[in-house]
C-alpha cells in the first residue's frame, strides 16, 4: 500500500523534541522524590516506544538523565547525612534512588545493545557511544553502590551487565574515549575511568563501611581514578582480577587464574602513592583540601578514617586475616546495644533485653562469623555493640560488627570482631567528685601495662576529664588518653590507670 502521506509520527509525549523541553521544564522540581518517580517512569516509557528511531531515542535518554541528576543528589544528600532515620525514611530513599538507577542503566544498555546488534538506523550512535557506554557504566555503578549502602542482597548479574558493556567499550576502541559525563560537571571520564571506579569499589571491602563511609570512598575513588592500573596480563603490582566473560565480582588475586583473553587485572597503581600524600597533607594541616570533591563538608577524621581504610585495602598485598578461621556449626546467643549489654552484668540479660539466637559459622581467635536467620529490627549496623554467649556456655564475651551482608533482605551474614573476653561494671565518679556514670571496665585487647579501656555510654567521656572507680579498699584513678573507638550509642576510651590504696590504720 502507498504511504500518501509518509511515515507516522509515534504517539508520544515526547515525540517532539520542543514538546519534550516543555515536559521537563514541567517537572515537580521541588519534590525530590516526584520528580525522581516521574523521569524514571519517562525513561520506561521513551524505551517502550517501537517508532523512535535510535539517534532520537538515545536524544531523549540523555535529556531525562540530565534532569535527574539534581534529585538524585538531593536525595542522597539527605541518605547519608541523617544518621537516625526511620525504617519507613530509609527505605523510601533507598528505593527511589536505586529504583532510578536501575532503570537508567536499563536504558542506556538497551540504547547499546541497537548499536552493537547494528539496528536500522543505529550507525548514527557510533559518536555519541563513548558517551553512552560511561553512562551505563556510570549507572551501573550506582546500583552495585547502593546495595553494598544495604549490605546486600547483591544482584550478581549487574557484574555481567558490566562486564558485557565494558567488553563493547574495547571491542569498539571506546574505552580511552573522553567525554564530559553531565553537563556542569568538572571533569572528563572514559568508559575505562567508569569501569575502574565500580571494580575498586567491590576490592575497597565496602562491607565493612558505614552507608557515610562508603559515600566517602565513591567519590575519593572518583579523585584518585585516573591513577589506577588496568592490565590485560598479570603483573606484580597486581592485587585485584576480573573475568569480563561470566557474572563475577571482582576477587582478590590469592592464587593466578587460569589464563583466558577475558580475564582483566587492575590495581591502584600511583593512586596509592597519593592517597598516602592526601593522608599527610589532612593530617598537617587539619582539613580535607578543596581541590578533593565529597559532595559536601566532612570532619577531616571521618575522611582520615576512610583513606586509611583504602590504603589498606588498595595495597599490592591487602590485608589477610590475623587468626586461623576454624568452621563450626553451633548456636550464639546475641544480646546487642550498650543498654543491652549492661543488662549482662546482673543475672544475665533482663526480661526486657532483646536476645537473639545466631548460627555460628566459624570462629578464629580475633573473632566469629555468623548467620543470622531472621534480620529483626533497625538496629543492625556497622560498629554495633554486641554481648555474645556459646550456647550452653555460662560467661558472656563483648564484640563489634565489622562485616555485614544481607544473602536475603531478613536474613544475613555478620563477621564480629571480639573487643574484650573479660569484662566488669564499674561505677565512675568525676575524680574528686560525685559519683554519676556506669561504665565496662574491659580487658584483653591489647591495652599497654598500666593502661584501662573502658566502655562508656556515648557522650559521658569529657576529654582531658579524670575519673575514678572503686577497686576494694583502694581507688583507682583513670586519667584519659584518648578515644579508641566510637559509635552513636558507645565510647571506647583509653586511660593510664594509677592505684591509690587507702591509708592503713595504725
Same mark, same amino acid.
Given at each position: 500500500m502507498i504511504k500518501l502521506f509518509g511515515s507516522r509520527k509515534p504517539d508520544h509525549p515526547?515525540?517532539?523534541?520542543?514538546?519534550?523541553?516543555?515536559?521537563?521544564?514541567?517537572?515537580?522540581?521541588?519534590?525530590?522524590?516526584?520528580?525522581?518517580?516521574?523521569?524514571?517512569?519517562?525513561?520506561? $516509557?521513551?524505551?517502550?516506544?517501537?517508532?523512535?528511531?535510535?539517534?532520537?531515542?538515545?536524544?531523549?535518554?540523555? !535529556? @531525562?538523565?540530565?534532569?535527574?541528576?539534581?534529585? @538524585?543528589?538531593? !536525595?542522597?544528600?539527605?541518605?547519608?547525612?541523617?544518621?537516625?532515620?526511620s525504617k519507613f525514611q530509609e527505605t523510601r530513599l533507598w528505593t527511589a534512588i536505586f529504583a532510578y538507577w536501575r532503570q537508567s542503566a536499563l536504558a542506556y544498555v538497551a540504547c547499546i545493545e541497537l548499536y552493537a546488534a547494528g539496528a536500522k538506523g543505529a550507525d548514527a550512535l557510533k559518536s555519541a557511544m563513548p558517551l553512552l557506554l560511561a553512562r551505563a557504566l556510570r549507572a551501573l555503578s550506582a546500583q552495585v553502590k547502593w546495595m553494598y549502602v544495604r549490605y546486600g542482597p547483591m544482584d550478581q548479574s549487574v557484574w555481567g551487565v558490566i562486564a558485557k558493556v565494558y567488553a563493547l567499550a574495547e571491542t569498539g576502541k571506546f574505552a580511552q574515549s573522553a567525554v564530559t559525563l553531565y553537563p556542569g560537571n568538572p571533569g572528563d571520564s572514559t568508559p575505562e575511568q567508569e569501569f575502574l571506579k565500580v571494580v575498586m569499589l567491590s576490592a575497597s571491602s565496602p562491607a565493612s563501611l558505614l552507608p557515610l563511609e562508603i559515600e566517602l570512598c565513591e567519590r575519593l575513588?572518583?579523585?584518585?581514578?585516573?591513577?589506577?592500573?588496568?592490565?590485560?596480563?598479570?603483573?606484580?603490582?597486581?592485587?585485584?582480577?576480573?573475568?569480563?566473560?561470566?557474572s563475577q565480582a571482582p576477587l582478590r588475586l590469592a592464587r593466578p587464574p587460569q589464563h583466558a583473553p577475558t580475564l582483566r587485572f587492575f590495581a591502584a597503581g600511583k593512586a596509592l602513592?597519593?592517597?598516602?600524600?592526601?593522608?599527610?597533607?589532612?593530617?598537617?594541616?587539619?582539613?580535607?583540601?578543596?581541590?578533593?570533591?565529597?559532595?559536601?563538608?566532612?570532619?577531616?577524621? $571521618?575522611?582520615?578514617?576512610?583513606?586509611?581504610?583504602?590504603?589498606?585495602?588498595?595495597?599490592?598485598?591487602?590485608p589477610e586475616r590475623k587468626h586461623q578461621r576454624h568452621r563450626v556449626k553451633s548456636r550464639l546467643n546475641v544480646v546487642h546495644g550498650y543498654e543491652g549489654v549492661l543488662?549482662?552484668?546482673?543475672?544475665?540479660?533482663?526480661?526486657?533485653?532483646?536476645?537473639? $539466637?545466631?548460627?555460628?559459622?566459624?570462629?578464629?581467635a580475633g573473632g566469629f562469623g555468623a548467620?543470622?536467620?531472621?534480620?529483626?529490627?533497625?538496629?543492625?549496623?556497622?560498629?554495633?555493640?554486641?554481648?555474645?554467649?556459646?550456647?550452653?556456655?555460662?560467661?558472656?564475651?563483648?564484640?563489634?560488627?565489622?562485616?555485614?551482608?544481607?544473602?536475603?533482605?531478613?536474613?544475613?551474614?555478620?563477621?564480629?570482631?571480639?573487643?574484650?573476653? $573479660?569484662?566488669?561494671?564499674?561505677?565512675?565518679?568525676?575524680?574528686?567528685?560525685?559519683?554519676?556514670?556506669?561504665?565496662?571496665?574491659?580487658?584483653?585487647?591489647?591495652?599497654?601495662?598500666?593502661?584501662?579501656?573502658? @566502655?562508656?555510654?556515648?557522650?559521658?567521656?569529657?576529654?582531658?576529664?579524670?575519673?575514678?572507680?572503686?577497686?576494694?579498699?583502694a581507688t583507682c584513678l583513670l586519667m584519659p588518653l584518648g578515644v579508641v573507638e566510637s559509635s552513636e550509642e558507645y565510647d571506647v576510651v583509653r586511660f593510664r590507670e594509677m592505684i591509690r590504696e587507702a591509708p592503713s590504720e595504725e
Open positions: 515526547m515525540a517532539d523534541l520542543k514538546e519534550t523541553k516543555k515536559l521537563l521544564a514541567e517537572l515537580p522540581t521541588g519534590d525530590a522524590f516526584k520528580c525522581l518517580d516521574e523521569l524514571g517512569h519517562w525513561l520506561e $516509557s521513551v524505551m517502550a516506544e517501537e517508532g523512535f528511531k535510535p539517534e532520537y531515542r538515545v536524544q531523549l535518554v540523555q !535529556l @531525562l538523565d540530565e534532569a535527574a541528576q539534581i534529585p @538524585l543528589r538531593k !536525595l542522597t544528600r539527605d541518605y547519608v547525612a541523617s544518621p537516625r532515620l575513588i572518583a579523585h584518585f581514578c585516573a591513577s589506577f592500573t588496568l592490565r590485560l596480563e598479570l603483573q606484580p603490582d597486581i592485587a585485584y582480577w576480573i573475568d569480563l566473560a561470566t602513592e597519593d592517597l598516602e600524600a592526601l593522608i599527610g597533607t589532612i593530617k598537617s594541616k587539619g582539613a580535607v583540601p578543596s581541590q578533593v570533591n565529597l559532595g559536601g563538608s566532612y570532619p577531616a577524621e $571521618s575522611v582520615l578514617d576512610v583513606l586509611n581504610h583504602l590504603a589498606l585495602y588498595w595495597s599490592n598485598k591487602p543488662s549482662l552484668f546482673g543475672a544475665g540479660p533482663d526480661e526486657n533485653a532483646d536476645t537473639e $539466637s545466631w548460627i555460628v559459622e566459624d570462629v578464629s548467620g543470622i536467620p531472621e534480620i529483626r529490627g533497625e538496629w543492625l549496623k556497622i560498629g554495633c555493640l554486641l554481648g555474645l554467649q556459646p550456647d550452653g556456655g555460662d560467661t558472656w564475651v563483648l564484640g563489634v560488627v565489622r562485616r555485614l551482608q544481607r544473602e536475603i533482605p531478613l536474613k544475613g551474614l555478620v563477621g564480629i570482631q571480639n573487643i574484650a573476653k $573479660s569484662a566488669e561494671m564499674v561505677e565512675l565518679s568525676v575524680s574528686g567528685g560525685a559519683g554519676g556514670e556506669t561504665g565496662i571496665l574491659i580487658s584483653d585487647i591489647g591495652a599497654s601495662p598500666g593502661e584501662a579501656r573502658v @566502655l562508656l555510654r556515648a557522650g559521658a567521656f569529657v576529654p582531658g576529664q579524670n575519673m575514678e572507680y572503686s577497686k576494694g579498699d
